[in-house]
T-cell receptor
């Protein structure tokens, strides 16, 4: 079966712009989580969606937002981009919850200039 | 709240030698523990998972992990390292309910030298 698909793979944006990243989970998976990965901070949890509802939220500013659609596909949006937002953004899908384990997408590499 | 510690940023091992990547955890209740591997510019790939039962868990690519409840550890092991095992390894823990996100360690970079 198809894995977790993230688009786009690479993105270059200018400070102050906004960006939308997309994630299509494995068919049948209802939970989608987003993580930000940077060399200095490791993997930091952004948010988790389950059945179109935000179930958990990490400690990120309100510029970071997300949503999940009825087909479980998810998007995350970052507004007013800052240089420090440059990172690999990873989407992970799970059947129901974290204790089932995650399947990760390949990530979107965002560079803010 | 759960937490994971990977005490080594970097582990170097010669090809053919056994390898160990260390992980300790903290969680209320019985833990769900995971190991993932990441290759450059890729997402994380699942290696193995511990839920309950046998303390030695076997996973992908010849890796295994040993669960030790008294030491709250879940070390990743492989009897004979390959150069292709060189990558970034993450340990993660989930609460028994699973209603909080997976918490990851900071990662350990494994270098296998030919």
């Amino acid at each position: 079966k198809a894995g977790v698909t993230q688009t786009p793979r690479y993105l270059i944006k200018t400070r102050g712009q906004q960006v939308t990243l997309s994630c299509s989970p494995i068919s049948g998976h209802r939970s989608v989580s987003w993580y930000q990965q940077t060399p200095g901070q490791g993997l930091q949890f952004l948010f988790e969606y389950f059945s179109e509802t935000q179930r958990n939220k990490g400690n990120f500013p309100g510029r970071f937002s997300g949503r999940q659609f009825s087909n479980s596909r998810s998007e995350m949006n970052v507004s007013t981009l800052e240089l420090g937002d440059s990172a690999l953004y990873l989407c992970a899908s799970s059947l129901e919850a974290a204790n089932y384990g995650y399947t990760f997408g390949s990530g979107t590499r965002l560079t803010v200039v | 709240a759960q937490s994971v510690a990977q005490p080594e940023d970097q582990v170097n091992v010669a090809e053919g030698n056994p390898l160990t990547v260390k992980c300790t955890y903290s969680v209320s209740g019985n833990p769900y523990l995971f190991w993932y591997v990441q290759y450059p510019n890729r997402g994380l790939q699942f290696l193995l998972k511990y839920i309950t039962g046998d303390n030695l868990v076997k996973g992908s690519y010849g890796f295994e992990a040993e669960f030790n409840k008294s030491q709250t550890s879940f070390h990743l092991k492989k009897p004979s390292a390959l150069v292709s095992d060189s990558a970034l390894y993450f340990c993660a823990v989930s609460s028994p309910s699973g209603n909080t996100p997976l918490v990851f360690g900071k990662g350990t970079r494994l270098s296998v030298i030919a």
